[in-house]
């Protein structure tokens, strides 16, 4: 069985401008979460499980870490919608 490729990262205006502004460590985490999700979309929890369309918008948190991406199914991408950093 051959291994699948990772999806894609790009990230919205708002989410590229958040990463700028963080500090390294939190920086690092970023990617650390993306190559995960990257791997395994579907590893981190729906952003709204309440909603049956909904399941390809998915949220990871990781201690003071927050972010938002959708999955790109056909064109196997991940678009990180936001980041947030609670320090």
């Known amino acids: 069985m051959t291994a699948q490729q ?3 990262v790009c990230f919205s205006a708002p989410a590229a401008k958040a990463l700028t502004t963080l ?7 970023v990617w650390d979460v ?3 999700a990257a791997a395994d ?3 981190f929890r729906e ?5 049956p369309e909904g399941e390809d918008v998915r949220h990871a948190t990781v201690g003071q870490l927050s972010l938002t ?7 196997r ?6 980041i947030t950093w609670l320090g």
């Not at 500090?23 to 985490?29: G, I, L, R």
């Not at 991406?69 to 064109?75: D, E, F, G, I, S």
């Not at 991408?77 to 936001?82: A, I, P």
């Open 23 to 29: 500090p390294e460590h939190a920086e690092d985490t």
């Open 47 to 51: 952003f709204n499980a309440d909603d």
């Open 77 to 82: 991408h991940l678009s990180v919608l936001t």
């Open 69 to 75: 991406y959708w999955v790109n199914r056909p064109l």
């Open 41 to 43: 979309p579907w590893g």
């Open 6 to 8: 990772p999806y894609a």
């Open 34 to 36: 993306l190559d995960a």
